[in-house]
Nanobody, 122 residues
Framework: QVRLVESGGGLVQAGGSLRLSCAVGANIFSFQGMAWYRQPLGKQREFVASIRILLGGHTNYADSVKGRFTISKDGAKNTVYLQMDSLQPDDTGVYYC??????????????WGQGTQVTVSS
């Protein structure tokens, strides 16, 4: 099983920024894609952003984070990032890194990291 380790979460005021990192215990170029999800307390886990590892690194974002969040990868470090700017209290939750595949254009998760807490205060 490939290990995914998230870091970079914490407490930030509304309007602030955080950068999450996901260190992958394998060569990320062996994957089709990776994505970030989040789970607010008491709610279902929801998609945040995905990136195709090859095919030009195409990215996709949830409407709620478009223009504020940026997903990126560093192949040399086998790490995927999520830069989060203009954070709002609704962005609060546990953020999970995942690796997966694209089937019919849809991202399908194969494995999860353990998660990192992000808390945005108003």
């Amino acid at each position: 099983q490939v290990r995914l380790v998230e870091s970079g979460g914490g407490l930030v005021q509304a309007g602030g920024s955080l950068r999450l990192s996901c260190a992958v215990g394998a060569n990320i170029f062996s994957f089709q894609g990776m994505a970030w999800y989040r789970q607010p307390l008491g709610k279902q886990r929801e998609f945040v952003a995905s990136i195709r590892i090859l095919l030009g690194g195409h990215t996709n974002y949830a409407d709620s984070v478009k223009g504020r969040f940026t997903i990126s990868k560093d192949g040399a470090k086998n790490t995927v990032y999520l830069q989060m700017d203009s954070l709002q209290p609704d962005d609060t939750g546990v953020y999970y890194c995942s690796r997966g595949r694209f089937i019919g254009g849809n991202y399908v998760v194969d494995s999860w990291g353990q998660g990192t807490q992000v808390t945005v205060s108003s």
